[in-house]
DNA sequence: CACACTAATGGCACTCGTGGTCATAAATCC
DNA sequence: GGATTTATGACCACGAGTGCCATTAGTGTG
């Protein structure tokens, strides 16, 4: 999902082959915004530091602030597949809180890990801002599942009401999950329950 | 509330007069984005229309996605105000949400109106992703309000929670307004009232 | 009225992200 | 070896944003 930038995948091996890889960007990128910070981190400084020019960081990255998403594209396809598997019988909500549960289950084959990832999307104005328009995306894989399942449009106010109160609860989650300083993987999982839970009382208080 | 360019009130009238003002720069801003978009209108241009030096528009607004936003800033206070006139003992997702729609009431003094703002604002890329930092502070005037009336703190999960569902309950509402062709601003309150009916359905409440 | 004072203006120079163009490098294929 | 393919990186241009500072246009005082 995402345009993202155009899986390069080279269909034969001809040609010069990629001086560097996303892998290789990201690392050196994460390496300087722990240092200096994200805004203080200038193009030229994680190009020089991943060896490459810095026009070619463009080629593997539409801007900056896709670097620290990273690999997110990809999942996206896999959110997907998560949400078609769940069982058509169960309450509509239910299957896809299941869907996001599992979803953030391995959430990236990190390098740089989740959790630091999430830290400084999460917590550094630009990236903050950048990240609705990958949200977005993520929003309308839930509209379509959830038009699917009700027999409505993905553009009609409940799908839509679902995809945006399901990126509240895992923001909430995640929010909450970084705010305790020692909590693993398994403890995310654990706060989106909670953070659906905290919904649904807040609904009955 | 936000920092927003600092209510530039002049507590004396002494020193040069201001060579312009918040409503005539939107006034130019607007007439521009109308004609050329938001992305192809520079900033020397909005200047020229108005009247007035590049360097000068930024000393009413942060920077060019801002200027969309005009008056926001002031009205959070207001929304706070609504907020804590709503009855204690009301269950807090209604007081919460009442208070939500009375905010929506009179969106602003318009000019440009209210949905055109609007509509730029959630139809412009850059500017749905400049918003979430304007939605944080709305969000958390919502936290607040929803701890003092639990006895929880702002940063716990359910008042972030509420925070985070209300805007998405907004955002939902605002989208599927703007959607329909010809809604005025009463339909606005009914799109949002419907918004919370769809998540109690989608939830099974 | 002249002079100090105050506050906003706007020009200049600079950094940085972004995007277009294009010559060049480094592979494979024949 | 030469043609072909593909990625690279240099050069250039534009626009947003920011610090600096001389200038402007008011008010208040003697």
Redesign the pocket.
């Given at each position: 999902m995402t345009e993202g930038q155009a899986e390069?995948v080279?269909?034969?091996?001809?040609?010069?082959?990629?001086?560097?890889?996303h892998a290789a960007i990201e690392q050196a990128a994460f390496t300087l915004f722990a240092e200096r910070g994200f805004?203080?981190?200038?193009?030229?400084?994680i190009?020089e530091e991943a060896?490459?020019?810095?026009?070619?960081l463009?080629?593997?990255?539409?801007?900056?602030?896709?670097i620290p998403w990273g690999q997110f594209d990809r999942t996206l396809d896999h959110f997907r597949d998560l949400l078609a598997e769940q069982a058509d019988d169960l309450p509509v909500h239910v299957a896809i809180h299941r869907a996001v549960v599992e979803f953030n289950r391995f959430p990236t084959d990190a390098h740089p890990p989740h959790r630091e990832r999430m830290r400084l999307i999460l917590t550094t104005p630009e990236l903050q801002a950048?990240s609705v328009l990958r949200y977005a995306e993520w929003r309308r894989v839930i509209a379509e599942d959830v038009a699917r399942r009700t027999g409505a449009e993905p553009d009609d106010l409940v799908p839509q009401v679902a995809g945006h109160v399901s990126l509240a609860i895992s923001l909430s989650a995640y929010e909450h999950w970084l705010a305790q300083p020692d909590a693993g993987d398994g403890d995310l999982l654990e706060v989106i329950d909670s953070a659906m839970a905290g919904l649904r009382s807040y609904l009955n208080l």
């Open positions: 390069r080279r269909s034969s091996a001809r040609g010069r082959p990629e001086a560097t890889s805004a203080r981190t200038t193009l030229d400084a190009a060896g490459v020019g810095r026009r070619t463009f080629r593997y990255y539409q801007s900056k602030n896709d950048h």
